[in-house]
């Protein structure tokens, strides 16, 4: 429209000149009118093309809520896929947690009932024995473990293997109590102290601590019929001592046999096959 009517004016501008006929005044209106049309039409060029650069902008900018919107719906996917997976962990770790709780258990009342018939054999043990045996005797629980710890100046005499008969009947009062829990192994280990020893048949007092042990074990198995299947024995030699090596008193604690008392492991064994695996 603007255009049309500066064009217009152009036309009448340029007749009247060509006639003549036009006053000072009518063709100064009209070359302000012209001039007033050439401005609008500038400004409103400048308005479309700043309409073009809104439009582009705007063009611009939904582009990238959409962009942004796609990517929001894929993270919103992945969210709703993790949550899904992070639930399924949660319910699976759940269940591991029930079964460790349920195997602890187990494992508790496995040794409450170790512990409880540690105390009764202990009890036992205490009772038949004597007090002139008990000097020499010591029992204890240590660890789930029993332990019977002679003097070997009442087993032995210095240097031998032989046990004495003084010994017999101790160890026939150690063997009863032994044969009544069956579940039981029992392991006999030979202590010496660190005085070198050198005799026929004994080297050192690695051989005389597995030879002591040894008897041990033999005599519960021949004359008191213990399961030869239940005992081991071991010797130890002078390397695990309880008291100074450097006086006289600490030697002859030093020289012990121990009668190792355990609950059978085949029981605990079973629970370990049993407990929970991880992933």
């Known amino acids: 429209m603007k255009t049309l009517r500066m064009a217009a004016v152009v036309a009448a501008a340029g007749a009247l000149a060509l006639t003549g006929c036009v006053s000072k005044k009518k063709y100064a209106l009209l070359e302000n009118q012209y001039n007033d049309t050439r401005t609008e039409l500038a400004e409103s060029k400048a308005y479309n093309k700043s309409l073009d650069a809104m439009l582009a902008e705007a063009k611009a900018n939904n582009q990238q809520l959409k962009d942004n919107l796609a990517a929001l719906q894929g993270t919103l996917s ?40 540690n105390m009764v054999l202990t009890n036992n043990l205490t009772r038949s024995l004597s007090r002139d045996e008990l000097r020499d005797v010591d029992v204890k629980v240590l660890k789930g473990v029993v332990y019977i710890s002679l ?20 160890l026939g009062k150690i063997a009863k109590i032994i044969k009544d829990y069956k579940d039981y192994d029992v392991m006999v280990e030979g202590n010496t ?8 048949n004994i080297r050192n007092n690695w051989d005389l601590s597995a030879l002591r042990a040894s ?19 071991a010797g130890r030699g002078e390397y695990r001592p309880i008291a100074d090596n450097s006086t006289e008193s600490g030697r002859q604690r030093n020289r012990r046999t121990e009668i190792i008392i355990t609950p059978n492991l085949d029981q605990f064994m079973d629970l370990v096959g049993q407990a929970p695996k991880a992933d």
């Not at 003097?151 to 101790?170: P, Q, W």
């Not at 005085?195 to 026929?200: A, D, E, K, L, Q």
């Not at 008897?215 to 024995?233: I, M």
């Open 78 to 117: 992945q969210s709703i896929q993790q949550n899904t997976q992070g639930n399924v962990n949660i319910a699976k770790l759940v269940d591991e947690i029930n079964a460790s709780n349920k195997y602890i258990k187990e494992l508790v009342a496995a040794k409450t009932k170790s512990d409880s018939l």
């Open 151 to 170: 003097a070997d100046n009442m087993l032995f005499k210095t240097g031998s293997y032989a046990i004495s008969d003084r010994a017999m009947e101790t």
């Open 193 to 200: 102290d660190n005085v070198p020893i050198s005799r026929t």
């Open 215 to 233: 008897s041990v074990v033999q005599t519960l198995q021949e004359k008191f019929g213990v399961d030869p299947s239940r005992l081991s024995a």
